[in-house]
């Protein structure tokens, strides 16, 4: 900045002391607005002008979709449903053209897929658009037709939370937002029985419902996620899987961000007190950005640690920067590592949650009361 | 657990209670003065502060309002480990929550810190038309399990501040305080409001 290199590493704490001050008075004036879905979002000027970094960067992203639209068809990236059946050549070749799409489309994915085109690439990538073609047609229809006016312990923890789910906002908290989350819910509901409704997928279904638009395209997203996607028994019963999740985030922590694992062991700080909540919500009421690796390290006490989550979880505007922590910071982590670390851990939640039954069905005889419905 | 410095005492407190209870509105009263009449469902937990003064000391409460979904219940020990109070909430008009309460409380007695400090606390209190619980079945069943009752509503805030005073007057101290009398609030600026916030 000041055009010698060393000077500048010499300058830098007085540097990090003057801008916060500078910053602190652009961040006095607060600015109101909506978000492309919606949602109301505050930030100072400093966010404004990162929010119309991103859209413009998004823009620019979206000329890069056309122009493959424009040279490849315009469905070049939606997966083949079932695989063309043909010999030789032909058949490598548009092996190595799928191939060679589904990397493109990997990086474009990375960059940002236009808000637009959003609906339809989810669907695809997602392998929801599979699952809805093994089924009729009215599949969807017929099931809300089926289901309507029946009222299960589901259906009342539904209507229960309808609005509370993001209220306030300006489609979902209105009697039509309410009617069509509720017909996904619910309609999901009687689809798996086992996991019938479990808070938090009220968030998650909100969030397809803005993004996909139409209730049917929701709903087989949300039944793509719990059925294909997400870890076995993330919302049933007695949320296995969400604790399977956690023990393996909780591992990775101590491998990949060592300092931080240590610092909250000291302090006794469960990290899941937080992070279950990310989860379960599929990040879609807090997303976490950067990793704040100096604040936290000096945080000694569990409000402030939860202060700077807070902050950073509610604070992303460049999806770039979450980006970059996920591929460049965090470094290599393959969906068979995880998927390893799941099964290393599943065994252990089984046991610890198979110990808390007992010891909770002891409770009970030792109470002798009758044992209140289920839920 | 509770930990004191001098005659600052941090308290870990959790609330428990069926779905709907009022859980977070409660805290939402105590700590911000505000109610809203649709609170958004609370996944997991949520975690608040506030201090309170109580005679010559200050207890800074570090709050885990937890989810009240059923299923939910195999994450509530993570949020009641070493708590120092509970805050057990049924809603009156619901005797199923009042059943899921007295749930609570037999875990707690057997799983909890054994010197926990626990309120039972019926809340929408406001609601007297629609009530399904007495308070004199509340208050005995609170009496015979050694908890401290009141009846609460978040929506007119009564009894809400009480409740929290309550706990931090009944916290074990290193050095008890004589004088009973005089608790004053702590005044201290509220948390940025949770604007609900999407990925995108």
Known sequence: MFGTRDMSHEFQPIMQYYRPSIHTRRANIVVKFQDLYGFTVEGNVDDVNILNEVREKVRQQGRVWWALEASKGANWYLQPQTPPLSEGISAASRKLSALANTIALKRLIRKGIPPILRPKVWFSVSGAAKKRSTVPESYYDDLIKAVDGKVTPATKQIDHDLPRTFPGHPWLDTPQGHASLRRVLVGYSFRDCHVGYCQGLNYVAALLLLVMKTEEEAFWMLAVLLENVLVNDCYTDNLSGCHVEQRVFKDLLVKKCTRIAAHLEAMEFDVSLVTTEWFLCLFSKSLPSEMKEDELLMASQVGDVLSILHRTTHHLYDPDDLLTVAFDKTGSMTTNTITKQRKKQEPAVMAELDQRLRRLNSLKMDDKSPVSPRE | ?200
């Open chain 2, 1 to 200: 657990m509770a930990t004191t410095g001098n005659n600052n005492l941090n308290a870990k407190l959790v609330l428990l209670g069926d779905m709907g209870a009022g859980k977070s509105s409660l805290v939402l009263r105590f700590v911000k003065g505000q109610f809203l009449e649709f609170q958004e469902s609370t996944i997991g937990a949520a975690f608040f502060s506030q201090t309170l003064a109580v005679n010559d000391a200050t207890v800074k409460f570090e709050i885990w309002d937890t989810a009240g979904q059923e299923r939910y219940h195999s994450l509530a020990p993570m949020y009641y480990r070493g708590a120092a109070a509970a805050i057990i909430v049924y809603d009156i008009t619901s005797t199923e929550s009042f059943t899921r309460a007295k749930k609570w409380v037999q875990e707690l007695q057997k799983q909890g810190n054994p010197s926990m400090v626990m309120a039972f606390a019926g809340n929408k209190a406001d609601l007297e038309e629609k009530r399904k619980v007495t308070a004199e079945e509340a208050r005995l069943y609170a009496e015979e399990n050694g908890l401290f009752f009141m009846e609460t509503s978040a929506k007119n805030a009564t009894n809400v501040n009480d409740v929290f005073y309550e706990i931090a007057r009944r916290l074990p101290r290193a050095q008890p305080s004589q004088n009973p009398a005089g608790m004053v609030l702590v005044d201290r600026p509220a948390d940025r409001s949770q604007a609900a916030k999407c990925c995108s």
